[in-house]
């Protein structure tokens, strides 16, 4: 699996995971607004703050009805008419991020606002809804911009004709998100391991784009099984007027989930497994060891009442409990003192496979 980068940060199995800071149209069509997220974005930690870029009329029927999770009385189709970004925000959002060290990103959702962004993202972000819109995903695949796609509400197989026709259209740089479509998802429901299942299936870096609403459990569970990237919703206050301000992480939340995506990544460490620096102490001192039980003088032959596995701590440590029975009635060369280690330089006839 190649690794490669978006912006400065690189993205794969053996970098950090890359954490994007979920604005959407949490701005409520106020530039300030939009500003103030992505400085608590950049206080928590985040990679990448990414809003949504889109038009009604490119998005849904106008006739749309209501949808049952959002508590407002209009049209699907008028609620995201009232969301719309306006285009002449990227530029400047684009250049507040990169003065506050964080990468701007944005979700199109039709050609026109593709094209709007293309100048100012380093990556695609797909929507779940539009992963199966197959003539949008060649356009963003001839682009050559590495692509991130959420894959809420839709099977495997489907998923596997998407990747077909990304890769088929030029994508050599693709990350498959884990994503319930469902605002909020509980918890029972985010089933993490598909961010394994999802990597297994198609060789590709994958990671969450999580709903759920605590910030640590699933993109904890992400992180521990090989997460590359990890994306979440945040607002300034979910007492907000706005469809996607009541499930989405608090500023607070948000550095907490920063957090510990990164403490977890730390803990993970290498695969090798070897005595660390860190154990220097516990394995000198604590790691049993083959111990005089009194003073053993030469010429005499060890029997088993002559010596005890033990802790050496502060004395000299002897040989690995595994050379007990190699040691019993060996003679002793050299004055050996209670409590010391028993080591073969003490020892007559030590075994030639040593």
């Not at 530029?91 to 606002?113: I, N, W």
């Amino acid at each position: 699996m190649d690794s490669f980068t978006i912006g400065d940060r690189q993205i794969g199995p053996n970098a950090p995971t890359f954490v994007i800071a979920e604005a959407g149209s949490n701005h409520n069509g106020d530039l300030g607004l939009a500003k103030e997220l992505i400085d608590e974005a950049a206080a928590a930690g985040a990679d990448a703050v990414k809003f949504q870029t889109f038009r009604a009329e490119d998005l849904y029927v106008e006739d749309s009805g209501e949808v049952d999770y959002l508590d407002d009385d209009r049209t699907i189709y008028d609620i995201i008419e009232s969301m719309e970004m306006p285009y002449d925000w990227i530029p400047e959002l684009h250049d507040y991020c990169h003065e506050q060290g964080v990468l701007f990103m944005s979700t199109p959702f039709d050609k026109r606002s593709a094209d709007e962004l293309a100048e100012y993202v380093p990556a695609w972000k797909v929507a779940s809804y539009t992963s199966s819109h197959h003539p949008f995903l060649r356009n963003l695949a001839e682009t050559d911009k590495p692509i991130i796609m959420s894959t809420g509400a839709h099977e495997l197989s489907e998923i596997r004709g998407s990747v077909e026709v990304l890769q088929e259209s030029g994508a050599a740089d693709l990350v498959l998100l884990q994503c319930v479509a469902a605002y909020p998802t509980p918890l029972e429901d985010i089933n993490v391991r598909v961010v394994e299942t999802l990597r297994e299936e198609f060789g590709v870096p994958t990671g969450l784009s999580d709903h759920t609403l605590d910030p640590v459990p699933a993109p904890a569970a992400a992180v521990a099984l090989g997460a590359s990237v990890v994306e979440k919703h945040f607002t300034l206050d979910n007492s907000m007027r706005g469809p996607d301000h009541e499930f989405a992480l608090e500023p607070d939340e948000l550095d907490a989930m920063v957090s510990v995506i990164r403490d977890t990544q730390i803990a993970l460490g290498s695969d090798s497994k070897s005595v660390l620096p860190v154990e220097e102490e516990s394995y000198s001192k604590a790691r049993r060891a083959i111990q005089a039980s009194r003073d053993l003088k030469p010429g005499i032959e060890i029997q088993e009442a002559d010596i005890r596995i033990l802790r050496p701590g502060e004395k000299n440590k002897g040989m690995k409990p595994t050379f007990y029975q190699d040691v019993i009635g060996k003679e002793v060369t050299s004055f050996i003192p209670k409590g010391s280690g028993i080591q073969w330089e003490d020892l007559e006839g030590r075994p030639d496979n040593l």
